[in-house]
Every structure is written in structure tokens, then in C-alpha cells.
């Protein structure tokens, strides 16, 4: 068990700097989920704590051990799985999660015991003398986990390791996992692009994007508070909507943000609500069974072409004729604003 | 439908393939009347034995000529060229593939172009080498000389190949409690048995058919090898002695078909699947 301290790491690949100065403390036993898209330098920030890419300058810190100079991956006291999950093919699963302890010169006995206990909790039993390739995709990836579970490590370094499952299976995984993380306790860093995951997994996310930490917090810090339009775009499907309202009382170029869920028919709020009101031009409605979506744009907005999104819960049932102008509305507190220039959030 | 269509379509790809080895078994086997009468006769089918069969042109491939010599020559000089081939090349290939980072790509590049300067150019420069060395008229001549073609063009080989073997799988054998060392001792040979076989094979073929070198080097007749003796010794002017050239060819050729094909499927099977993607 160890929290990871990460103080100003960089990493530069020639010009292009993947990793830009990123300070980041992650506490004993908890679930941090490393949000960005590619090339945001989540999986290069997951290989230097992993001791597969040596940073460029910073400092790394697993439980009280500074591991950033020479300390090799094997001496890290980490487990990785990665999205490919890396079986050896010409082993068995067996032989696959006994690797680990082969390495370390565990007695053959023990070796046997762990396997076992290992292949039990992951309900793999079955497959222990198959190959990886007569496994299917999920299969495979508990084998991965299994192989990293024995190891005993400190940390958990996990790489998209849903991101080759199925859509059914992956929900599934996802509970499978942070069950599993829960019962061991063990520190662990997930790298994902997918924000649904990062949502649903994440004691604390990290968004991250070119190299830089955006904003860290628990995920509904980062939903309902987000630091920039960046953040406010990236997390939330579909985003956040921003608009140049053009309102007399914000200072000027003042981005105008609210969920598509908070964007509802005027009628349907209470009249004790203090509301904003737009005049929603509606262009198409798209009915996805739980929801509605409804796809226009705001009259008088400085982008008067920039499309808006409703998502409207089947619970209201009003008709929403496409090609009307209509009018919704946000509470006003579920507004957020943000400068137009910086993307910065600003109160208010 | 589809299947008749299939069916005649690999029977024709069979057709294509067999016919050069039934034409040098017809050819290797018939009597020289048989073989040149078609020149003035168009009533004569070539293609059957119009004249029974005959061992003439094998007696003299094996009895007049040093062919089983050729053979034992030729074997010797594949072995050793391969042994230090792959001894040479893997090593190289996997260390400019995963080890160098992106100088080992332009290099390797840099080293694949001198496999494509011809022999017809090197064999002046290298026949000075060869006699400093006194090697001249030696097998040793071109077991030195070999490699210089084979370990270029197989490095690139290995290089070529590791791109497909994810390098993950030996990153994984980092974390897992192994140094990089012992990942290239004891996980990465397993992962390149393919790559290695196909080394063994593509060398093996480059110094059977390699013509020029041989024939730079090699002056006694008990010293050549297959490919240099046979046509020396059975093209006297301009006088072909068909038979027997085709006996050389299709006993050189068939143990080398039944090899390949023994080996086809390690090749072409996908070694790695399983390891990685669902």
C-alpha cells in the first residue's frame, strides 16, 4: 500500500513535450482515473510511473521511495495491465499468472496456491490450461488482471484496459473492477479517453490535455464545477453548451454555460424558479428512447448559427415541434460562465 | 457455383505451380532423341515420353560430374552462412528495433541499401580481400563473403518483423520482475521464433541460387558449389546437356519444396494473436 507523489514531471520527446509540467498526489488506496484524449500524455504520465519511459526532469515518489532516476520497473512494486493486456502467448493462463512469481523465485507450492486463489476471484478457473488465443476478449482481460493481482504490488497502473471489450461487456468490467478495487484497497491509476469510465470509476479524475493538468476532483467536481471550456466540453456527453448570450448585466465576452439537461421547456419549471430564458430556434428532434434530444440555436446569441443541445428526459412527454422557435430555459443555477478569451471559468 | 469456380481456379494455380517440376522430371528422364526430334518433328508431342524412359542423364549428373560434391559443398557453406547470419542479424535487428529508438529505423534503412549494391560491383574489392586473407579457392571465401549479402537484408527482416511483435509483451516482463536482459535472454526469443525462420529461410535460399561470388572465388572443380558447378559442367560451349541440368535442378528443388512447405504455416500463422487484441 502507497500514495504516489508526482512533483513537476515533464516529458519531451524532441519538440513535442507529452508531459509539461504535471504535480499530482495520489493518496494511499484510492481510485484515480487519468482522463484525456489521445495525445494528452495520460498513458506517457501511467509509462514513466511505471518506469517504461524516463522522465525528462520531475520527481516520482511511490509510498517513500523516489523512483524517477534508475529504479528499474521491476523494482517498483507495481502491477500494470495494459490495453492489449500483453499475454505471453505461448504461455498458458496458468503459466501467464504465474509469471510474475517465476520472476521472484516463489516457491512452486505457493506459486500453485496463488494461481488458484487468483484464477477463483476473477472466475477463471476453467480456462487455466487454455492458450490466450482460444480466450475471448473478456477472458483475456481478467487473465491480465489476475496476473497483475498476484504480484502483491502497491500500485495498480491500468491502460484503457476496457477499451477492447464489447459495449455489453464493458459495463460489467467496469462494476467487476471497482468492486475488485474496493476489496483490495490497492492505489490504482486508470488511463481512459472514455469520460463515461472515468465517471463511473474514478474516486478522484484527473482531466488532462497537451501535457497539462487541467483540473483534478472527484467526478462531480469536475461535471457540475469544471475550471475551463475545455473541462465543461470534454466531460459530459453531450457537452456542455457555450454561448455568447450577449447579456447587458456579464461583463463583455463572457462565455454563457449550461448542460443540455438543465435546458428544458420554459413550462415545465415551477414558477418559483429563477430562470434564464432563451429563445430556442428547435431544428430536429432526435428521440433515443430515455431521451430526447433536441438539436437548434438561440436568437440573439453572438453565434446565432452555433448549435444548442436540449436532452429531455422521457418523463416529458410535450411535444417539441421541429422548425418553431419555442422557449426554454436554465435555472440560473446551473449556469456557468467563462471568459471568451482564456476559457477560464468565472464566478458569477 | 462459387465453389466450382474456386476449385478451378486453385486447380489452376496447382497447374502453374507443378508443371516446372513435371517438365524437369519428364525432361531429366527422357532419351536425347525424345528430347530434340520436337525441333524438326511437329507431330512429336513433348510433353509425354514418346521413347521409354532413361537413366542416362542421371548416371552422368551422378557419375561424371562432382554433383554429390556440389551438394556436400553447398551444404556446408549454407549452414555455416546461415548460423552466423542469424547469430548476427537477429541480435542487430532487435536491438535497432527496440533499443535505439528512431535513429535505429534510418539505420536499419542505411543498412538494407548495402544488400542493394551488386555483387558484379563488390566482387573486384572483395577478391583483393580475399587474397590478402588467403582464402582464395576456399569454401572460407564465401562463408566471409555471404554474410555480407544475407545479414543486411535479414536485419532489415528482423526489423520488419519485431515491428509486428508488440513490444508490450516485453514491457509487460519488465514490470513482471524481469530486467531488460533477461527479457531479451529468456521472453523475446520465443517471440521471434517466426522472425528467425523466416531469416533461416530467406539466407538459405540467397546463398543456394548466389551465382556470381562462386564463381569469383572458386576455382577447383571439387570446391564449387551447386549452383556454380552444374552449369559449368553440364554447358560445355554450347552444348546444353538438358537432361542432366534438370536432374540437378529438381533434386536441388523438391527437398527445398518439401521444406518450405513443412514450414509455410509458421510463417504465415499468426504466432502472436491472442496476445493482444480482442
Redesign the interface.
Known sequence: MAGIEIRSLRKHFGDLHAVDGVDLSIRDGEFLVLLGSSGSGKTTLLRMIAGLERPTSGEIHIGDQRVDGDVPPRARGIAMVFQSYALYPHRTVFQNIAFPLEASRTPRKQIEEKVRWAAELFSISRYLDRYPRQLSGGERQRVALCRALVRDPKVFLLDEPLANLDAKLRNTARDDLKRFQRQIQTTTVYVTHDQVEAMGLGDRIVVMERGKVRQIGTPQEVYEDPVDTFVATFVGQPPMNLLDAGDPSLPPRTLTGFRPEHFLPKSVFGSGEDLRTFRFAVRRVEYLGSDRYVYGSVAGSGAPDATIIAKLPATITLGIPEGETQEFAVPRRALRYFDAETGLRRKG | MKRVALYAAALGFVVFAGFPFYWMLVTSFKQNRDLYVGASDMSHIPWIFNDPPTLEHVKLLLGQTDFPRWVLNTLVVVVAVVVITVAVAVPAGYSLARLVGRWGERMGMGIFFTYLIPPTLLFVPFSRLISLLGLQDSLGALILIYPTMTIPFCTWLVMGFLRSV?W??E??????????LAVILK?AP??IVPGILTVVVFSFTLVLQEFVYALTFISSVNKMTVSLGVPIALVRGDVYHWGSLMAAALFTSIPLAIIYNAFIDRFIQG????????
Open positions: 508488440p508490450e509483451i514491457e509487460q516482463a519488465m514490470i513482471d520482475g524481469y530486467s531488460r521472453v520465443r517471440l504466432f502472436t494473436m491472442g496476445a493482444v487484441k480482442g
